[in-house]
Nanobody
Framework: QVQLVESGGGLVQAGDSLRLSCTASGLTFSAYSMGWFRQAPGKEREFVAAISTQGAYTYYTDSVKGRFTITRDNAKRTMYLQMNNLKPEDTALYYC????????????????????WGKGTLVTVSS
């Protein structure tokens, strides 16, 4: 049984940092592109960042470029999202996803159609 478990969310103030983690089990982690998506209240789920199987390639939505960094540790079966200079508009439920497609393709999926999803971790940024 495949499980993706997110952690690290919380309530922070604007300008603060958080690091999200996503730990996988039940799949060959290094064979999957991994990504972060988010869904704000009243909005559709959207792409945030993706990373290729060995971590060589990363993709970001424009609104987080320069503030968020996606990384992965295949030995630990874990993906991370370092989020700096958080803004109130970053408030959302953050999901991790795994897919056999390329990381670039994940960036075009707009929050749907991944092979596996986690249940999400909530990030709330106060102004």
């Amino acid at each position: 049984q495949v499980q993706l478990v997110e952690s690290g969310g919380g309530l922070v103030q604007a300008g603060d940092s958080l690091r999200l983690s996503c730990t996988a089990s039940g799949l060959t982690f290094s064979a999957y592109s991994m990504g972060w998506f988010r869904q704000a209240p009243g909005k559709e789920r959207e792409f945030v960042a993706a990373i290729s199987t060995q971590g060589a390639y990363t993709y970001y939505t424009d609104s987080v470029k320069g503030r968020f960094t996606i990384t992965r540790d295949n030995a630990k079966r874990t993906m991370y999202l370092q989020m700096n200079n958080l803004k109130p508009e970053d408030t959302a439920l953050y999901y991790c996803a795994a897919d056999k497609t390329t990381a670039q393709a994940m960036s075009n999926r707009k929050g749907s159609g991944m092979d596996y999803w986690g249940k999400g971790t909530l990030v709330t940024v106060s102004s």
